[in-house]
């Protein structure tokens, strides 16, 4: 049973016991344009919910992925790495950024799901 | 006024058109307190008048061309060919800003494109910047981005680094909040970098040549730093000394911050001069200052873009890499059409004439009763000890005039009898035949 | 033998679409890399064989060969001239770079600059030998304490963004100096980006302060963000909107309240130079770009040069080095050694004492307008604006009302449903002969275009340039336009480049063909 879940940041996490996948949502990569460069955590970094956790670049601009729980990377997607277009191609699927084992699964509580997340991205309009 | 095209016929008609009174009506919005009365400078004045009152102001210099000259420490004084000064003057690239719409800037982003690659040939690194402030403003930025690779906070500074670029390094240091332990001049050439690394140890930063002239293989010094994981930043202040010596980045460096001055820029009192950084590919996105890339166009041309911009201010603000915004644009552009007129050849025997002088000059004062070279090795730039107080002779020979080097107690204290000097190929048997004679008669 | 038909096609220069064998196009002309032009054994130097000497190079003579090429005099002549002839330049046509002062840059300027006794003159000479180049610096000091009623200036900074280091810099020596530790420094959120970038190099925590509907600073926002937390407010004024800051002196005042320092970036000094000293408007900081307001050559992108004129409370942290009057003439002071007047210092910013060679021209630039023309240049450069905007306002949409100051800033409203964008837009004006106003700034607009006609267009230049743009807002509602404008620019060098493949794959140098595909041919 897997649950995603949506920060107001605009990045996404799905659940499958008590590891997290983060990726940012399609609405995000459509608002960098094309994505020239991804810098990933090191694995066994302890990241903290809110606090700074990947960068992502397009030509134009520069954005930090926020982590949306606390707890340690346990694996790193090296494909976006290689080849960043893969983040405007599949941000829900395949351009996952990196996966972490929750510290404190009740984190996920006050997030979004797939529908509030949709009305909060219209609200931004 | 000759560089306003408005007639008072034409301010009020533009007035009519705005609908405002007055053009004072315009600046509504100043407080009334802060509204200036005539403010009490000179009127304004023709070319024949301004340029009456400024050639004499340069008149009351003495110009380096115009005595013999030894003076180095940072600055040299070379030769440059007079096509490299009307090329600057093309007002395509004198009035020109920021490639920022490269569709409309080819010429610049060409020129800094070739630069960067003359760059790297030159310090035998792998990818430059499209250049910084100064060869001082440079280190410092390179001891602030080894501090970003490594994640540490402290860096190793041989005494040997020119104390300018020490003490702007120190100046960073205190307002960023990093440590850049700066080692004393050691004019006997004991120094032991190497026993400083630690594991926190950001970077070694060394002069090659040194202040003092002195030439180091720092390939020992490399390892020392990679075994710590510690960067070794070399720092070149005449960089025409690398068309003669093995070039850094075959030595180790990770980082080469230079001062570009020496090709295509005159002295100018000190600037505006060319800072030249180059490193490895692998750290090139915590590089500062602009870089240029290839690109194609929509039609499938090759062309050039500003590129990596995301390291830079205007998009990341405070977290950029630099708060740097211009770089050296014009100045850039003199080294780079110097530096190809001098091509391989050119460069390396330019290189080869400005060693010969130094060599030939430090065989003469070395004969000089009471005066000891310092240097075993030198490129064109070497410190003699002399038996009286250095200073007090400088200004003692430039009344003849003779410009005879740079006293090292102009920068530190405890170091009076030492005189650094240099010889370009811009000096003459003559000047030395003066220089010798001054010498001589001074220490009589 | 030749093979000329290679040479035609050596570097590719024609594309797909080429109406020209050559890629050539009349007077463009297309430019390989002096590295695809080099030979061996050609230079562009005669040198003397060097003096027969002994290698003192310890060892560590060059082994392997640099890598530069070879070429000759009228080679290199017509390589840089052809490159020119690729740039827009202010001397060939109007460059209306929003808080950039893209200004005609007077050729006395130059001259005065290269006389042999500021141009070849070294900067450690003995003091005797350079009392002219200190005359001038302290002359140039005298001038912008005057203009700007502050009681004094560093004028060693190379540039705009390095004079707010040093404003930053004496700011938190002055705080630290009186035991007051503060974190925070304000700035505004259309302020440039190089504002938060010295901020945060310089230790501080950068909070942003929102804009008002007028685009000027929101006063009450500020007021309760200020506290004794705050060391410093950095403000643009005239702001990077082009509008004069009218709550300054209350500005000023709510920061001194609070005991923090107030730092203006003197960018656009040039709208009110002659009018306004910025002493009066309450300021304890404010670095000049030499480049902007006194026209020293912007030369692609640099050097500058960004004195910094300081408040009482500032003037002892200076940087080193300074000009002296001493009893013999000038004297430099370079040292904190513990005499008068040194103790407080930052320290040194750069390698010597600053940018002589802008100096000069800056300084050649003041005595030509004098006082009164100064003025003249504000009042022509504000005027220029507001013709401008008043040539444009019902064709473009301004983002705010009333009279601007030296730049007039629209938004991409007027583009709205049109599919065309602020950068399109931009793109066609490059086809009508000018170059694009400042684009995506500030970022408190959407889509901005921020103008500067500066004051040395004429009418006629300003007359002809609206006409073209309202040409251009004109054609953005017909059909087709998005298309039409998405293409342009048609007629440049070079059209759109491909920026995303620049920064995907950096390719930042040349490197010379791999052999193997030379071998394989």
């Known amino acids: 049973m897997s649950a995603i879940k949506f920060t107001e940041d605009h990045e996404w996490i799905r659940v499958e016991g008590d590891v997290g996948t983060v990726g940012i949502t399609d609405f995000a990569q459509n608002q960098l344009g094309d994505v020239v460069f991804v810098e990933l955590p ?69 997030m979004m799901d797939e529908a509030g997340y949709a009305a909060f991205v219209d609200g931004q309009h | ?146 501090n970003r690779v490594t994640g540490r906070r402290r860096s190793v500074l041989s005494g040997g680094l020119h104390p300018h670029y020490r003490e702007v390094v120190d100046t960073l240091a205190r307002f960023v909040g990093f440590r850049a332990d700066a080692q004393p001049l050691d004019p006997d050439g004991g120094e032991d970098l190497a026993a400083l690394i630690d594991g926190g140890t950001s970077c070694v930063v060394v002069q090659y040549p040194d202040f003092l002239g002195r030439v180091r293989d720092l390939r020992p010094l490399a390892e020392a730093c990679h075994a710590k994981g510690a960067l070794l930043l070399v720092v070149v202040t005449e960089i025409v000394s690398l068309g003669a010596l093995t070039p850094p980045g075959e030595m180790g460096a990770d980082i080469v911050a230079a001062e570009g001055q020496s090709i295509g820029n005159g002295l100018n009192f000190g600037g505006p001069y060319v800072g030249l950084f180059a490193t490895r590919d692998r750290f090139v996105r915590q590089m500062p200052g602009r870089l240029v890339g290839q690109t194609t166009d929509a039609e499938g041309r090759r062309g050039w873009v500003l590129t990596l911009s995301t390291r830079e201010q205007h998009i990341r603000r405070e977290k950029a890499t630099s708060n740097i915004c211009t ?71 430039a009344e003849r005039p003779i410009i005879a080097g740079v006293p090292v107690s102009r920068f530190l204290a405890g170091h009076d009898d030492l005189l650094v000097v240099a010889a370009t190929e811009t000096v003459t048997d003559a000047d030395m035949d003066a220089l010798v004679t001054a010498l001589e008669e001074s220490l009589r | 033998m030749s093979d000329w038909s290679k040479a035609v096609s050596r570097f590719q220069a024609a594309g797909p679409g080429s109406e020209t064998t050559s890629g050539n196009r009349g007077l463009q002309i297309e430019e390989p890399l002096i590295f695809e032009q080099g030979a061996d054994g050609r230079t562009g130097v005669d040198l003397p064989a060097p003096p027969a000497a002994a290698d003192r190079l310890g060892g560590l003579g060059r082994k392997g060969a640099i890598g530069l090429p070879g070429l000759s005099e009228p080679q290199v002549v017509r390589h840089y001239t052809r490159l020119s002839q690729k740039n827009f330049a202010i001397d060939s046509g109007l460059y209306p770079l929003g808080s950039c002062t893209m200004k005609h840059n007077p ?82 959120e259309s302020a440039h980006g190089t504002n938060p970038a010295t901020a945060a190099a310089c230790g501080y925590a950068v909070e942003s302060i929102p804009a008002n509907a007028r685009g000027r600073v929101d006063l009450a926002a500020l007021k309760a963000k200020l506290d004794g937390g705050v060391a410093a407010i950095m403000l643009t004024n005239p702001n990077t909107c082009g509008l004069f800051e009218s709550e300054i002196v209350e500005i000023a005042e709510a920061v001194h309240k609070a005991g923090a320092f107030f730092y203006c970036d003197g960018a656009n000094f040039n709208a009110i130079v002659g009018r306004v000293r910025p002493a009066d408007l309450g300021i304890d900081c404010m670095h000049i770009n030499l480049h902007k307001t006194f026209s020293t050559p912007h030369g692609g992108g640099g050097p500058g040069s960004g004195p910094v004129v300081l408040a009482e409370a500032l003037a002892p942290h200076a940087p080193l080095p300074w000009v002296v009057h001493g009893p013999d003439g000038f004297r430099l002071v370079e040292h904190a050694d513990g005499a008068s007047g040194t103790s407080g210092t930052i320290g040194r910013l750069k390698g010597f004492h600053g940018q002589m060679g802008m100096f000069v021209r800056a300084l050649a630039y003041m005595m030509s307008h004098g006082g009164d023309g100064l003025r003249q240049v504000a ?25 601007c100051m030296h730049e007039a800033l629209f938004d991409d409203r007027f583009l709205k449903d049109t599919g065309v964008t602020t950068l399109d837009f931009a793109k066609a004006m490059i086809d009508e002969g000018y170059h694009p106003m400042t684009m995506y700034f500030p970022l408190v607009v959407h889509g901005a275009l921020l103008m500067e006609p500066t004051e040395t267009e004429s009418k006629d230049s300003l007359d002809q340039f609206i006409g073209v743009i309202r040409a251009l807002a004109e054609r953005t509602r017909q059909p087709g336009a998005a298309e039409w404008f998405h293409e342009a620019p048609r007629y440049t060098p070079r059209r759109r480049l491909d920026e995303t493949a620049a920064a995907r794959k950096p390719m930042l140098r040349w490197r010379p063909p791999v052999a193997t595909a030379e071998a394989a041919e």
């Open chain 2, 1 to 146: 006024m000759r560089y306003l095209p408005l007639t008072e016929a034409d301010r009020r008609d533009m007035l009519a058109v705005i609908g405002a009174p007055s053009v004072d009506a315009l600046f509504r919005d100043v407080p009334e307190t802060a509204r200036a009365a005539d403010i009490d400078l000179p009127p304004h004045q023709g070319e024949l008048e301004v340029e009456r009152a400024l050639s004499a102001m340069a008149a009351k210099n003495v110009a380096a061309g115009s005595v013999p000259f030894f003076l180095g420490g940072g600055a040299y004084r070379h030769h440059v060919p007079a096509s490299v000064d009307h090329l600057i003057q093309r007002g395509e690239f004198l009035t020109s800003y920021t490639p920022y719409q490269p569709e409309v800037t080819q010429g610049t982003l060409q020129y800094l494109f070739e630069f960067q690659t003359q760059v790297a040939l030159l310090t035998g690194m792998e990818v430059a910047n499209a250049s910084l402030y100064d060869g001082a403003t440079a280190t410092a930025e390179a001891v602030a981005m080894a």
């Open chain 3, 379 to 403: 009042n022509d450069a504000v005027l220029n604006a507001n013709y401008l905007m008043a040539g444009l306002k019902d064709v473009l949409t301004a983002s705010f009302e009333g009279p």
């Open chain 1, 42 to 110: 090191a694995v066994g970094r302890r990241v903290t919910k809110g606090g700074d956790a990947a960068v992502v670049e397009s030509v134009k601009a520069a954005s930090e992925v926020y982590a949306p729980v606390t707890g340690e990377v346990i694996e790193i997607n090296q494909a976006i790495v290689d080849e960043p277009a893969k983040v405007n191609a599949e941000p829900m699927a395949g351009a996952w950024f990196f996966k972490v084992r929750l510290a404190n699964p009740s984190e996920l509580d006050g």
């Open chain 3, 107 to 188: 050729r006395l300027n130059e001259r005065m600059a290269r006389l042999p006794g500021f141009g070849d003159l070294h900067p450690l000479q003995p003091e005797s030998t350079i009392q002219g180049a200190l005359e001038l610096m302290d002359q140039l000091a005298t001038w912008l304490k005057t203009l700007t009623g502050m009681p004094a200036v560093a004028l060693s900074p190379a540039a705009g963004a390095h004079g707010e280091l040093c404003g930053i810099m004496t700011i938190r020596a002055a705080l630290e100096a009186r035991g007051d530790m503060r974190q925070r420094i304000l700035v505004p």
């Open chain 2, 327 to 397: 770089n050296s644009g014009l100045c850039t552009l003199a080294f780079t059409i110097h530096l190809s007129l001098l091509g391989e050849d050119g460069l390396t025997q330019l290189a080869a004439i400005n060693h010969a002088k130094a060599v030939q000059l430090a065989g003469r004062l070395a004969a000089i009763p009471g005066v000891t070279v310092l240097n075993d090795s030198f490129f064109n730039e070497f410190t003699v000890r002399l038996p009286k107080p250095a200073a007090a002779i400088v200004d003692r020979l």
